[in-house]
Protein backbone atom coordinates (compact mmCIF):
# COMPACT_ATOMS: atom_id res chain seq x y z
CA UNK A 1 0.00 0.00 0.00
CA UNK A 2 1.57 3.25 -1.46
CA UNK A 3 -0.44 5.61 -0.25
CA UNK A 4 0.03 8.89 -2.79
CA UNK A 5 2.36 8.70 -5.10
CA UNK A 6 3.96 12.12 -7.01
CA UNK A 7 6.47 11.70 -10.02
CA UNK A 8 8.78 13.59 -10.99
CA UNK A 9 10.33 14.15 -7.08
CA UNK A 10 12.16 17.32 -9.18
CA UNK A 11 12.05 19.26 -12.05
CA UNK A 12 13.81 22.51 -14.04
CA UNK A 13 12.17 24.19 -16.54
CA UNK A 14 12.79 27.02 -18.77
CA UNK A 15 10.28 29.61 -19.43
CA UNK A 16 7.71 28.53 -21.55
CA UNK A 17 8.14 24.66 -21.33
CA UNK A 18 5.55 22.31 -20.77
CA UNK A 19 5.14 19.38 -18.24
CA UNK A 20 3.06 17.36 -16.66
CA UNK A 21 2.86 16.29 -13.23
CA UNK A 22 1.65 12.99 -12.17
CA UNK A 23 -0.15 11.33 -9.37
CA UNK A 24 -1.69 8.05 -8.25
CA UNK A 25 -3.45 6.90 -5.16
CA UNK A 26 -4.37 3.51 -4.37
CA UNK A 27 -6.77 4.01 -1.34
CA UNK A 28 -9.68 3.81 -3.87
CA UNK A 29 -10.20 7.54 -2.45
CA UNK A 30 -12.36 9.63 -4.45
CA UNK A 31 -11.86 12.89 -4.33
CA UNK A 32 -8.26 14.03 -5.38
CA UNK A 33 -6.31 17.53 -4.87
CA UNK A 34 -3.07 19.50 -6.65
CA UNK A 35 -1.62 21.90 -4.23
CA UNK A 36 0.98 24.61 -4.23
CA UNK A 37 3.48 25.09 -1.21
CA UNK A 38 5.08 28.62 -1.35
CA UNK A 39 7.47 29.56 1.75
CA UNK A 40 5.46 30.90 4.04
CA UNK A 41 2.07 30.90 2.57
CA UNK A 42 1.35 27.57 3.57
CA UNK A 43 -0.83 25.11 0.91
CA UNK A 44 -2.89 26.45 -1.72
CA UNK A 45 -5.40 24.50 -3.50
CA UNK A 46 -4.50 24.60 -7.11
CA UNK A 47 -7.68 22.27 -8.83
CA UNK A 48 -9.69 19.19 -7.04
CA UNK A 49 -11.74 16.29 -8.64
CA UNK A 50 -14.52 15.12 -6.72
CA UNK A 51 -15.24 12.15 -8.24
CA UNK A 52 -13.99 10.09 -11.50
CA UNK A 53 -14.98 12.39 -14.03
CA UNK A 54 -15.28 15.61 -12.75
CA UNK A 55 -12.91 18.86 -11.69
CA UNK A 56 -13.05 22.37 -10.41
CA UNK A 57 -10.82 25.21 -9.99
CA UNK A 58 -8.90 25.80 -6.79
CA UNK A 59 -7.95 28.81 -5.17
CA UNK A 60 -4.67 29.65 -7.73
CA UNK A 61 -5.79 27.92 -10.96
CA UNK A 62 -4.27 30.12 -13.64
CA UNK A 63 -1.48 28.47 -15.73
CA UNK A 64 -2.79 24.58 -14.66
CA UNK A 65 -5.12 22.35 -16.17
CA UNK A 66 -6.03 19.07 -14.85
CA UNK A 67 -7.16 15.81 -15.67
CA UNK A 68 -8.93 13.23 -13.52
CA UNK A 69 -7.87 10.16 -16.15
CA UNK A 70 -9.55 7.22 -13.84
CA UNK A 71 -10.79 6.79 -10.22
CA UNK A 72 -6.60 6.43 -9.12
CA UNK A 73 -4.99 8.92 -11.65
CA UNK A 74 -4.82 12.77 -11.15
CA UNK A 75 -2.44 14.90 -13.20
CA UNK A 76 -1.08 18.85 -13.11
CA UNK A 77 0.04 20.10 -16.44
CA UNK A 78 1.55 23.66 -17.21
CA UNK A 79 1.16 24.69 -20.54
CA UNK A 80 3.72 27.36 -20.79
CA UNK A 81 5.74 27.29 -17.31
CA UNK A 82 6.44 30.90 -16.05
CA UNK A 83 9.32 31.37 -12.92
CA UNK A 84 5.97 32.30 -10.78
CA UNK A 85 5.21 28.50 -10.62
CA UNK A 86 8.01 27.80 -9.22
CA UNK A 87 7.36 25.88 -5.85
CA UNK A 88 6.54 22.72 -4.35
CA UNK A 89 3.35 20.74 -5.60
CA UNK A 90 1.49 18.31 -3.67
CA UNK A 91 -0.88 15.89 -4.51
CA UNK A 92 -3.49 14.54 -1.32
CA UNK A 93 -6.37 12.61 -1.41
CA UNK A 94 -9.89 11.48 0.30
CA UNK A 95 -11.86 9.12 0.76
CA UNK A 96 -15.05 11.69 1.18
CA UNK A 97 -15.92 15.19 0.95
CA UNK A 98 -12.91 17.85 1.21
CA UNK A 99 -13.31 18.92 4.62
CA UNK A 100 -12.42 15.81 5.92
CA UNK A 101 -8.84 14.15 6.07
CA UNK A 102 -6.69 14.22 3.10
CA UNK A 103 -3.38 12.32 2.27
CA UNK A 104 -0.77 13.48 0.83
CA UNK A 105 2.21 12.59 -1.34
CA UNK A 106 5.65 13.28 -1.29
CA UNK A 107 5.49 16.34 -3.30
CA UNK A 108 7.17 17.78 -6.58
CA UNK A 109 9.86 20.32 -6.61
CA UNK A 110 9.66 22.52 -9.57
CA UNK A 111 11.87 24.96 -10.56
CA UNK A 112 11.15 27.25 -13.86
CA UNK A 113 14.09 29.78 -15.12
CA UNK B 1 -13.10 35.49 1.89
CA UNK B 2 -12.25 32.65 4.13
CA UNK B 3 -9.21 32.52 6.30
CA UNK B 4 -6.83 30.91 8.14
CA UNK B 5 -4.16 32.49 10.46
CA UNK B 6 -1.76 30.74 12.40
CA UNK B 7 0.61 32.26 15.61
CA UNK B 8 3.67 32.73 15.96
CA UNK B 9 4.85 32.27 12.33
CA UNK B 10 8.15 30.28 14.13
CA UNK B 11 9.13 29.26 17.30
CA UNK B 12 12.25 27.69 19.00
CA UNK B 13 11.87 25.93 22.74
CA UNK B 14 14.08 23.55 24.59
CA UNK B 15 13.51 20.04 25.15
CA UNK B 16 11.25 19.48 27.63
CA UNK B 17 9.12 22.53 27.22
CA UNK B 18 5.39 23.23 26.96
CA UNK B 19 4.43 24.98 23.58
CA UNK B 20 1.17 25.99 21.99
CA UNK B 21 0.47 27.07 18.29
CA UNK B 22 -2.45 29.27 17.10
CA UNK B 23 -5.12 29.04 14.53
CA UNK B 24 -7.81 31.59 13.89
CA UNK B 25 -10.27 31.38 11.30
CA UNK B 26 -12.97 32.89 9.67
CA UNK B 27 -15.38 30.81 8.42
CA UNK B 28 -18.60 30.84 6.25
CA UNK B 29 -19.81 26.99 6.42
CA UNK B 30 -17.36 25.64 9.08
CA UNK B 31 -17.47 21.98 9.08
CA UNK B 32 -13.77 20.69 10.31
CA UNK B 33 -10.47 21.86 11.96
CA UNK B 34 -7.64 19.85 11.18
CA UNK B 35 -3.99 19.89 12.41
CA UNK B 36 -1.31 18.59 10.23
CA UNK B 37 2.75 18.23 10.83
CA UNK B 38 5.28 18.33 8.13
CA UNK B 39 8.80 17.58 8.78
CA UNK B 40 10.74 17.63 5.62
CA UNK B 41 8.07 16.22 3.06
CA UNK B 42 4.59 15.40 2.42
CA UNK B 43 2.45 16.73 5.26
CA UNK B 44 1.07 14.12 8.04
CA UNK B 45 -2.23 14.15 9.91
CA UNK B 46 -2.59 14.53 13.67
CA UNK B 47 -5.87 15.66 14.15
CA UNK B 48 -9.43 16.64 13.08
CA UNK B 49 -11.97 18.87 15.62
CA UNK B 50 -15.91 19.16 14.87
CA UNK B 51 -18.83 20.05 16.01
CA UNK B 52 -19.18 16.99 17.67
CA UNK B 53 -15.69 16.58 18.82
CA UNK B 54 -13.78 19.76 20.32
CA UNK B 55 -10.98 18.12 21.91
CA UNK B 56 -8.57 15.86 21.05
CA UNK B 57 -5.30 14.05 22.80
CA UNK B 58 -2.54 11.40 21.38
CA UNK B 59 0.23 11.04 23.44
CA UNK B 60 2.13 14.05 23.97
CA UNK B 61 0.04 16.09 21.48
CA UNK B 62 -3.69 17.56 22.45
CA UNK B 63 -5.93 20.17 20.73
CA UNK B 64 -9.54 22.22 21.17
CA UNK B 65 -11.60 23.87 18.77
CA UNK B 66 -13.28 26.70 20.37
CA UNK B 67 -16.32 27.39 18.04
CA UNK B 68 -17.43 30.41 19.42
CA UNK B 69 -14.19 32.75 19.27
CA UNK B 70 -13.41 30.90 15.83
CA UNK B 71 -10.16 29.07 17.28
CA UNK B 72 -7.73 26.18 18.00
CA UNK B 73 -5.00 25.37 19.87
CA UNK B 74 -2.47 22.52 19.48
CA UNK B 75 -0.79 21.69 22.99
CA UNK B 76 2.39 19.65 22.85
CA UNK B 77 3.73 19.02 26.25
CA UNK B 78 7.34 17.40 26.89
CA UNK B 79 8.82 18.45 23.73
CA UNK B 80 11.50 16.16 22.07
CA UNK B 81 13.98 17.14 19.13
CA UNK B 82 11.58 15.28 17.02
CA UNK B 83 8.76 17.48 17.11
CA UNK B 84 10.58 20.27 15.03
CA UNK B 85 8.48 20.43 12.05
CA UNK B 86 5.79 22.91 10.58
CA UNK B 87 2.63 22.64 11.92
CA UNK B 88 -0.05 23.23 9.72
CA UNK B 89 -3.84 24.10 10.64
CA UNK B 90 -6.54 24.34 7.62
CA UNK B 91 -10.15 24.62 7.79
CA UNK B 92 -12.85 22.37 6.12
CA UNK B 93 -15.96 24.44 4.58
CA UNK B 94 -18.81 23.34 3.30
CA UNK B 95 -18.83 25.43 -0.11
CA UNK B 96 -19.01 24.40 -4.23
CA UNK B 97 -16.38 22.31 -3.37
CA UNK B 98 -16.21 21.52 0.23
CA UNK B 99 -12.62 22.33 0.20
CA UNK B 100 -9.72 22.84 2.83
CA UNK B 101 -7.89 26.10 3.75
CA UNK B 102 -4.75 26.25 4.77
CA UNK B 103 -3.20 28.71 7.24
CA UNK B 104 0.90 29.51 6.67
CA UNK B 105 2.22 27.24 9.51
CA UNK B 106 4.40 27.90 12.48
CA UNK B 107 7.84 26.44 12.57
CA UNK B 108 8.68 25.06 15.96
CA UNK B 109 12.83 24.02 16.67
CA UNK B 110 13.45 21.63 19.67
CA UNK B 111 16.81 22.57 20.62
CA UNK B 112 18.28 19.78 22.93
Known amino acids: NAGVTQTPKFQVLKTGQSMTLQCAQD?????MYWYRQDPGMGLRLIYY???????DKGEVPNGYNVSRLNKREFSLRLESAAPSQTSVYFC????????????FGPGTRLTVL | EDKVVQSPLSLVVHEGDTVTLNCSYE??????LLWYKQEKKAPTFLFML????IEKKSGRLSSILDKKELFSILNITATQTGDSAVYLC????????????FGGGTRLMVKP
Open chain 1, 92 to 103: ASSEGLGFDEQF
Open chain 2, 27 to 32: VTNFRS
Open chain 2, 50 to 53: TSSG
Open chain 1, 49 to 55: SASEGTT
Open chain 1, 27 to 31: MNHNS
Open chain 2, 90 to 101: AGGWVNAGNMLT
